[in-house]
């Protein structure tokens, strides 16, 4: 069962955030999905073809985008992630990162980052960084090139892989690497993929699956967890746990005494639930609590309506996020019987 213990609202060394919910969790952390659209077609993310993608229309455009978190920073968000489907799609994604870099709140400027599969890093990395992103996690499930085929249903390790190298040149630092371990697919390059990231100076992070398919085939038997990762990492390395996790979802480890790091993010098995201080934004204009949420409030029809001009909006969509948070709940619920799983799949939703 998934509790959540109540948390004072005030962090050390920090404004305390407006945003705080009825178990006393702060939140400061707002994920925004740019475009639900992607360039590969993960096995555990969404079917080969006939994803229904959101019209056009109703996708924020930047300026509202902005607004919205412009209005969140002012609340005391000062981490803002850049998610999708794949955010670089995006045309103008340099200029979203450049306009959100400007944002100021009570304790300064948001810090910027983005999960990508990096296949338009090689071309875009140098332009993020310049206009003010810090760092990115990239998504890579395996090294081995008919597996990436096989899970991706796209031959692009080899542009995978260049950018992350050019994320690296660029400075986006530190470079995570995420991968999201499958029974029977990849469970076995657990070490490899460990070790590729160590030697370059990169950070693994593995990724217990969860129930967010876009065809709801979610099996938890065939889960691997994070117990069963740290005991095949435990074979091939010392680790050492790392102290002060915080709200970070990875709980992480040294890898032969340090400075490396591999982490784990057990949604699943090891919810941090307690510490979650993220809120989700769809592509839609959909403010979300939790991944799982089976609930949204609308900021497109805020952002939309000719209803009192600028103040009004932003006095509106504060509400929402007060409103958001008010039906935020203690967990996720994952193996409860009052489970379901949200009808938008993860690329819908934004990681």
Known sequence: ??????????????????????????????????????????????????????????????????????????????????????PLLRPDVVDVVRRLAALEGPDGPPELSLTTNALRLPRLAGPLRDAGLQRVNVSLDTLDRERFVALTRRDRLDDTLAGLAAADAAGLWPVKVNAVAMRGVNDDEVV????????????????????????????????????????RLSAAFTLTEVPGRGAAPAELWFVDGGPATVGVIASVTAPFCSACDRLRLTADGQLRACLFARTEVDTRVVLRADDGGPDATDALLAEAFVHCLAGKKAGHDIGEPAFVQPDRPMSAIGG
């Not at 962090?11 to 009825?22: I, M, Q, Y």
């Not at 109703?58 to 969140?72: K, Y």
């Not at 030697?199 to 967890?225: C, K, N």
């Open 1 to 86: 069962m998934t509790t959540t213990a109540p948390r004072p609202a005030a962090e050390a060394g920090g404004t305390p955030s407006r945003l705080v919910d009825r178990f006393g969790r702060p939140h400061r952390d707002l994920r925004i999905s740019l475009t639900d659209r992607c360039s590969l077609r993960c096995t555990y993310c969404m079917p080969a073809d006939g994803v229904p993608w959101l019209p056009r229309d109703e996708l924020l455009s930047t300026d509202e985008l902005v607004r919205v978190a412009a209005v969140g920073v002012s609340l005391g968000i000062t981490e803002i992630r850049l998610t999708g489907g794949e």
């Open 192 to 231: 490899a993929l460990t070790r590729f990231a160590v030697e370059r100076g990169y950070q693994m992070r593995f990724i217990e699956q969860m129930p967010l398919d876009g065809g709801h085939t979610w099996d938890r038997t065939a889960m691997v967890s994070q117990a069963e990762i740290l005991d």
